[in-house]
């Protein structure tokens, strides 16, 4: 059993991010997930998946219908956040989108 004082979920809300073909986005807070929703339920796209292939790369979106749900759902700010990361198969883009995205 982890010790709460070294829980890093104890304080403060963590913002998930899936963006993998069902983009979706979560808030948790206390170890308690607070709210979590796909972006297809609120695109009415199937999958909704967020990727386009441009040439040889690849664009992700952000499920941003999501994330704005999670926060008002809660009634917290993009500033409230403590930590943000994102998924996608074998790679955690998070380090790379807080800065510019959020």
């Known amino acids: 059993m982890i010790s709460s004082s070294l829980n890093p979920l104890e304080d403060g ?3 998930g991010i899936n963006l993998g073909h069902d983009r979706a986005a979560a808030i ?3 170890g308690r997930l607070l709210v979590a929703v796909e972006e297809e ?3 009415r796209q199937k ?3 967020g990727i386009e292939r441009i040439g040889e790369k690849i664009q992700l979106e952000l ?3 999501s ?3 999670c926060l008002d759902a809660i009634g917290i700010d993009q500033q409230d956040l403590t930590s943000v990361t994102a998924n996608s198969p074998g790679q955690d883009f998070g380090p790379q989108l807080v800065p510019a995205d959020l």
């Open 47 to 49: 999958h909704s998946p």
């Open 67 to 69: 994330i704005r749900y």
């Open 13 to 15: 809300y963590h913002l």
């Open 41 to 43: 339920r609120l695109d």
């Open 63 to 65: 499920p941003w219908n």
């Open 28 to 30: 948790a807070s206390g």
